[in-house]
């Protein structure tokens, strides 16, 4: 057996009720640094055509005019703001967001540094005194129960305060789509709060402040990935009792590694659909990949329209 051997041949796809619950709100203006390439302009039109956004251009007006004449794509009723370079975009995207004339930032075609430092920078007037936290909602090929990670793209060793943060945003995002009450899974290596696995320490510390903060889930930790998405091993291990094994909503992860291979596992050997949104913000924030199909470029404007909430 080879290692390809394990990667699914499934195209994913956006899921439809994820679709339908961001048209039900009012669409979002979605403010794209640097939109002048031809991903973010594919993924701007397919989402305005969807009803998911309204566009506002940020970049170069010669790229984005060009762009959406190779599309087909009739731009002059939407804002451009003729900008020059990764740095200016990025700039100005955020301050538009800042000052209320955009309720999303999305990430076109520039580096995620300079997208992201643009984003934190005290000038855009976004910050909230949250940590930004990145959550995938990952729908799986067969339209069953998504499950939502957190943070596998934007904090790379979170401390107890940036999960504590984490499990808010989860568990608010969660009830917005729909849960009634969230069931929050902490990863570890194991079930049992163990000395020498630091991450089953933060995993039980966490656990037990979330009864008392997060009164409106359920969060339980440490658990191994095993108990967290298999009620078969839960009942092996004779943890039924516990509300959140085997039936998690949501994984909050201990750092970016697991938590980037977790979401990256889900979709390319589950075939999975992997939505993204930086929550934390005065706006939701979208970074999108040059790797993001275009299901996945779909499903997180969606995702974005749902946590503005914005009325139709």
Known sequence: MTASSFLSSTEPQAPANLIKMGQDFGSPRVAIARAGAPLPMQAAKEATEADLMIPVFVGERDMIEAEAANLNWDISGFDLHDTTGEEEAGRKAAELCGAGKADVLMKGQLHTDVFMKAAVSRDAGLRTGRRFVHIFHISPPDGSKPILISDAAVNVEPNL???????????????????????????????????????????KELADWAKDAVPEAD??????????????????KKLTA????????????????????????????????????????????????????????MASVALAAIKCALPK
């Open 242 to 297: 516990d509300p959140v094994a085997g039936q998690a909503d949501a994984i909050i992860v201990p750092d970016i590694v697991s938590g980037n291979a977790l979401f990256k596992a889900f979709v390319y050997i589950g075939g999975g659909c992997a939505a993204g949104v930086v929550t934390g913000a005065k706006v939701p924030i979208l970074l999108t990949s040059r790797a993001d199909p275009a299901a996945a470029r």
């Open 219 to 236: 969060v339980s930790g440490p658990l191994a990935f095993d108990l967290i998405v298999s009620p078969d091993a839960v009942a092996t």
């Open 161 to 203: 305060e940036t999960r504590q943060d984490a499990i808010r945003e989860v568990s608010d995002l969660l009830i917005r789509l729909g849960t009634e009450r969230p069931k929050l899974a902490i990863l570890s290596a194991t079930e049992s709060a163990i000395p020498s696995v630091p991450s089953s320490m933060d995993g």
